[in-house]
């Protein structure tokens, strides 16, 4: 089944940008193979090695002290990522936040508030849903929403979304979280691949966290491993999935995911990787006629709600699902085609004795 793509108020510019996106991610991961791949991927080399220029110099002066590295007085566990897309963040922040709550520690949560609108993001739309008791600081100076954090709240520790590339703030912790599906792209920095900073940076992490573990091979995933433990032999590493839960409509009513079996499904999403959340409907069992994909964060227009809704009703769909990180950004309320998202949460298969003796090294309980 192929990605449905439709036209926006920019008609066939818009058309064409999200033909070229595509095409640009296709290459920088790594799926699309073939001479014109090898050609545009090499055409962009250059920019990627002045890209690493700067990420070296940037390193050179936080690490010889001309930037200064500010240590806080209580934990912080970073919670970050080596390439860019969606690689399971914040369903590992959601997890991180129980797991100490639920063990007496109080934490703040501190995001650059990457796309923010209206002072909030998805993200942190969905972490008030889930953890309304959880206090979430969006800023691009994450200092200083840390020190707003300690003197409104007083947490005992600091969780810092989106950290491995952020050197102003010390950190107790550095975890890294690396999609099974597109563990590196292509293997180039940006812009001729996915990575964010050299393969090598990943000997500064302190846990690895590798997601959406059930949709990829067992080789694959074995050669993750081996690949990652060859380049950094002490940091653990921890497996997870992307469990489903169940569904909800605009109001926040749950529906079964088995009630949905048999029925045709139109699906949407902004994701990083939206072939993981295909990926999720199908082992559901839904048949899903069709499925748009959009950037990453990405904010829909209301003319784009109305031909989404447009495309499902031709393909006769009885429901539209999307994520509840897209749900929270829809403007449109009251869809004529019932409107569902799927709510997962992360949970541990491999490795939670080792996140927690790394957690309770850093805070003690």
Known sequence: ?????????????????????????????????????????????????????????????????????IKLPLPVISIGNITTGGTGKTPLIEFLAKFLGERGKKVAIISRGYASFNGTNDESIEFNERLPEVPVLLGKDRLASARLAMEEFHPQCLLLDDGFQHWKLARDLDIVVIDSLEPFGNGNLLPAGLLREPLSSLRRAGLFVLSRTNLCTLEKLQAIKSYLTDLNNTAPIIETVHQPLHLEDMSGNRVETSYLKGKKIFAFCGLGNPASFEKTLHLLGFNVVGLKSFPDHHRYTPLE??????????????????????????????????????????????????????????LSW
């Open 1 to 69: 089944m192929g990605t449905l793509i439709g036209l926006s108020n920019l008609g066939g510019y818009h058309l064409s940008t999200v033909k070229v996106r595509e095409f640009y991610l296709s290459i920088a991961s790594g799926r699309r193979k073939g001479a014109i791949a090898s050609v545009t991927s090499n055409a962009l080399k250059p920019a990627s090695h002045l890209y690493a220029s700067l990420l070296w110099i940037r390193s050179l002066l936080y690490r010889h002290g001309l930037f200064p590295i």
């Open 305 to 362: 709600e109305m031909e989404l809704i447009t495309e499902a009703k031709r393909q006769g769909t009885d429901f539209i699902i999307t994520t509840c990180k897209d749900r929270v950004k829809l403007q449109h309320k009251n869809w004529p085609v019932s409107l569902l998202s799927l709510r997962i949460e992360m949970r541990i298969t491999k490795g939670r004795e080792a996140l927690t003796c790394a957690l309770r090294r850093i």
